[in-house]
Protein backbone atom coordinates (compact mmCIF):
# COMPACT_ATOMS: atom_id res chain seq x y z
CA UNK A 1 0.00 0.00 0.00
CA UNK A 2 0.83 3.81 -0.51
CA UNK A 3 -0.34 7.05 -0.46
CA UNK A 4 0.47 9.24 -3.48
CA UNK A 5 1.28 12.61 -2.87
CA UNK A 6 1.26 14.97 -6.30
CA UNK A 7 2.63 18.18 -6.27
CA UNK A 8 1.87 20.97 -9.20
CA UNK A 9 5.67 21.52 -11.15
CA UNK A 10 5.22 25.09 -10.87
CA UNK A 11 5.60 24.85 -7.45
CA UNK A 12 8.94 26.24 -6.02
CA UNK A 13 11.15 23.37 -4.91
CA UNK A 14 11.91 25.16 -1.36
CA UNK A 15 8.33 24.72 -0.71
CA UNK A 16 8.14 20.88 -1.31
CA UNK A 17 8.64 19.17 1.53
CA UNK A 18 6.55 21.18 3.49
CA UNK A 19 3.79 20.75 1.03
CA UNK A 20 4.29 17.02 1.30
CA UNK A 21 4.39 16.74 5.01
CA UNK A 22 1.20 19.10 5.52
CA UNK A 23 -0.53 16.92 2.32
CA UNK A 24 0.31 13.62 4.42
CA UNK A 25 -0.72 14.57 7.83
CA UNK A 26 -4.13 15.96 6.15
CA UNK A 27 -4.60 13.08 3.52
CA UNK A 28 -4.43 11.27 7.41
CA UNK A 29 -6.58 12.76 9.59
CA UNK A 30 -9.14 12.93 6.41
CA UNK A 31 -9.45 9.36 6.08
CA UNK A 32 -8.28 7.72 9.01
CA UNK A 33 -11.26 6.28 9.52
CA UNK A 34 -11.17 4.31 6.28
CA UNK A 35 -10.35 0.64 6.50
CA UNK A 36 -7.00 1.44 3.82
CA UNK A 37 -5.77 4.01 5.76
CA UNK A 38 -5.55 1.77 9.09
CA UNK A 39 -3.93 -0.95 7.34
CA UNK A 40 -1.62 1.80 6.17
CA UNK A 41 -0.83 3.81 9.30
CA UNK A 42 0.05 -0.21 11.43
CA UNK A 43 1.92 -1.17 8.23
CA UNK A 44 5.31 0.22 6.37
CA UNK A 45 3.51 3.31 5.28
CA UNK A 46 4.36 4.15 1.88
CA UNK A 47 4.38 7.57 0.19
CA UNK A 48 5.32 8.55 -3.11
CA UNK A 49 5.73 12.26 -4.06
CA UNK A 50 4.92 12.95 -7.70
CA UNK A 51 5.19 16.33 -10.03
CA UNK A 52 2.53 17.05 -12.59
CA UNK A 53 1.13 19.48 -15.12
CA UNK A 54 -1.45 21.62 -14.10
CA UNK A 55 -3.56 19.72 -16.81
CA UNK A 56 -2.74 16.17 -15.41
CA UNK A 57 -3.33 17.48 -11.79
CA UNK A 58 -6.73 18.37 -12.97
CA UNK A 59 -7.32 14.88 -13.93
CA UNK A 60 -6.43 13.69 -10.89
CA UNK A 61 -9.43 14.73 -9.30
CA UNK A 62 -11.34 12.18 -10.79
CA UNK A 63 -9.89 9.69 -9.18
CA UNK A 64 -11.71 9.56 -5.93
CA UNK A 65 -10.47 9.72 -2.18
CA UNK A 66 -7.80 12.74 -2.26
CA UNK A 67 -7.61 15.55 -0.32
CA UNK A 68 -6.75 19.14 -2.39
CA UNK A 69 -4.26 21.23 -0.44
CA UNK A 70 -3.62 25.38 -1.28
CA UNK A 71 -0.81 26.70 0.12
CA UNK A 72 -1.38 30.69 1.97
CA UNK A 73 2.49 31.82 0.35
CA UNK A 74 1.30 31.17 -2.88
CA UNK A 75 -2.07 33.23 -2.63
CA UNK A 76 -3.90 30.01 -1.89
CA UNK A 77 -3.68 28.26 -5.18
CA UNK A 78 -4.12 24.44 -5.00
CA UNK A 79 -0.89 22.90 -4.97
CA UNK A 80 -1.37 19.40 -3.88
CA UNK A 81 -3.50 16.24 -3.94
CA UNK A 82 -2.98 13.97 -1.40
CA UNK A 83 -4.95 10.07 -2.44
CA UNK A 84 -6.32 7.67 0.67
CA UNK A 85 -3.54 5.08 0.31
CA UNK A 86 -4.65 1.78 -1.56
CA UNK A 87 -3.09 -1.34 -2.76
CA UNK A 88 -4.01 -0.62 -6.61
CA UNK A 89 -4.05 2.93 -8.39
CA UNK A 90 -5.71 3.33 -12.12
CA UNK A 91 -2.91 3.61 -14.98
CA UNK A 92 -2.83 7.42 -14.79
CA UNK A 93 -0.57 7.19 -11.51
CA UNK A 94 2.27 4.93 -13.46
CA UNK A 95 2.88 7.82 -15.76
CA UNK A 96 3.47 10.37 -13.08
CA UNK A 97 7.11 11.36 -11.93
CA UNK A 98 8.57 11.32 -9.09
CA UNK A 99 9.28 14.94 -7.53
CA UNK A 100 12.83 15.79 -7.80
CA UNK A 101 14.29 19.62 -7.56
CA UNK A 102 14.88 21.27 -10.78
CA UNK A 103 18.29 21.13 -10.37
CA UNK A 104 18.34 17.43 -10.82
CA UNK A 105 17.87 15.51 -13.56
CA UNK A 106 14.89 13.51 -13.77
Known amino acids: MKMYIVVKNEIPDELIPVIAAHASLA ?54 LAFCPRDEYPKIFKYLSKWKPSGQKK
Do not use: H
Not at 47 to 57: E, G, L, R, Y
Not at 62 to 71: A, H, Q, S, V, Y
Open 27 to 80: CYLQFKDDERMIRWINGVFRKVVCSASNDVFEKLKNEGDFICLTESVLDNIEVS
